[in-house]
């Protein structure tokens, strides 16, 4: 398919440097007197044992800004002249803005005003500056003669931020969002919005670019906080860089696995136990094991206390069990029901034993003495030969009520605290451990857990009302959404009470065999219908000539997605080379070390990473900013480089159930240049690619 455009000619207006310079240059003289003012108030804050953190974010929020401070202009139709940048400045004085914040709504036709659609915009100028410098300009005229309307804004600046060469980093595209994009950033669902597109289309961008949105329109979130969701601590630190950038350091991010922060994951799962684990049937389940663990004797129970015997009949006990699952409070908190209950009635058991000594049938004490049912000497001699024990010095004002509220909570307290009553409550209703019900459950010996388990365990916690300090967020962001077991999506949905979620992700990346199909399938158990879609439609990151290349791979598993249109093309084929089994690692190794343009990812299934990594001397797990990094398609989920080298593309595919999926990622990562090295034939769906085995030189082989 055809590129969006050809590469753009850079349009700049001269003489006009030198007025935009000037207008940069007090920008930054009123950033940084506020700089200065922060710092100051931090500085007094801190010195009067105060609260800080407000001055602190302040300015961690004033120099976050520094870079690209300023980065557009818009000339409206209305005669004003609008500056736009990464926060709104405002004149000391007057309070007149000299700078809109990229979030105010006035600002939003810098992303989507078109020559058919101005919105008033006469003119619209990107402003490129290094520091503090202003080095180019772009306008653009929106006159119904001007640009052709072809849905992209800001052509050169785009271009030159997707052909950059990459830095291990992902970096906002404030100054580039386009209008597709921005429509999301802005989108004012109250709800779950989910946005899907393919490889490259900006989800992770928007996603980001959204929180930033979301926090500056509605400040609440502030307080209630804000969770990002990655598929990996890998790719938590690629993006790590793109909410500060825009100011917000607020956010939270985490895998699914840090959500539970007590759980070790030391053990990988075959693909069918990942796909099991994963399902919303082992909800059920585990509710099923708590429910199991509680007993409801069919014959009387003795409880033995200060030597006597209690006798326990199955009706007191199903009722203790009746009143406490009543309740609907999780396992151990209506396990405090079921023991109030129990010894309630073991209580009432004592109760009875000492008015059967003590009381004739008709309820009066048997000396004759009091009327009232208070205990004369005969009683208390006459309990005492019966084993009771009354404290002798709570009687030493006289007889009393045979047994008053004081005495009955006494003796409720003295049962709980006996080992003999613990051990029959215990046996009736055990204390349980999240670990425990799911070891119950999965009935095999825990020698350590796995992600697919965290889930499980967190359900599990649930149930039992073992929560600790779960923190819950006033809107969540999931990117790599796909990957999510419906197990997951239950653990995500009780951090976020208010249901306020943008998800991202591609259903044709899946790589989770417990992973996500169906939006709607997912979804719909916890928000029914209130969810909307929004679709990506353009791929900035890969080019057309390799999307090409995955053209096959993609009809043959997904015959019904659509790829997503490369925004560019770069000229450059992707190829393949066969190879053998034995000369696999030394053919990349040599490819890897003729490789001289810009970073270069090898993608290579785990089975070859430990020889791959012993030859080319890389680190396992990778660092992202090393110039060559090796790295298993799983990890590879979200990244880019500018060169892609994939290792044995058939081991991708028949490993992992859905390998099909982590080739086609592995292949769209590279925003310039890909080549695969197959060892024996190569997989039918790559057989299209140019086969270069007998390649004539190293600058024609180089991925
Ligand atoms: N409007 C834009 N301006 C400049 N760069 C952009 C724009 N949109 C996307 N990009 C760049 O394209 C690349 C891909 O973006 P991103 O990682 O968000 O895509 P994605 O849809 O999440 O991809 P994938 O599903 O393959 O992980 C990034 O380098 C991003 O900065």
Redesign the pocket.
Known sequence: MAPIIELGERVTASGEIEVEQEYVAGLYARLDALREEAAGRLAAARRAGGEAAVWQAEVARLDAVEQGLCFGRLDLHDGRRIYIGRLGLFRDDDGEPLLLDWRVPVARAFYTATATAPQGVRRRRRITTRGRTVVALNDELLTPDGAGDDGLVGEAA?LA??TAA?TGR??D?VT???AE?DRIVRHESGGVLVVQ??????????ALHRVAYLLYTRPHLRTRGVLVVGPSRIFLDYIGQVLPGLGENSVVTATITDLVPDVEVSRVDPPEAVALKGRAVMAERLAETVRSRVRTPDHPVDVEFEQQVLRLDPRTCDRAVRNARRTGLPHNEARLVHQREVVDALAQRLVDGMEAVVLTDTGEAIDGGSADGRLGEADLRALAAAGFVIDQDEHDDGPKALLDQADRVALRNSLLADAGVQAVLDALWPPLTPEHVVSDLLGEPVDGWSAADVPLLDEAASLIGHVGDRVTFGHVVV??AQELSEMAWRMLMRRCPTRSMTI?G?PA?TGNPAGTSSWDHVLRPHVRDRWQLAR?TVN??TPAEIMAATADLLAAHHPGTPPPRSVRSTGETPWRIRTTRADLVTTVTDLATEHGDGQLAIIAPNAHIEPLAAALSLPTPPDLTGEVVLLTPGQA????FDSVLIADPAEILGTAPLGHNDLY?AM??A?QRLGIVHPGPSPVELTAIPDRSHRPTGAETSA
């Open positions: 785009l931020a997707v990459r992902m970096h595209i580039t969002l386009q994009q597109g393919g490889p490259g289309t900006g989800k992770t961008a928007v990117d790599e991202v591609d990346q990506l900035y990151r989920k979200g990244l880019e990622v769209t990562r925003t």
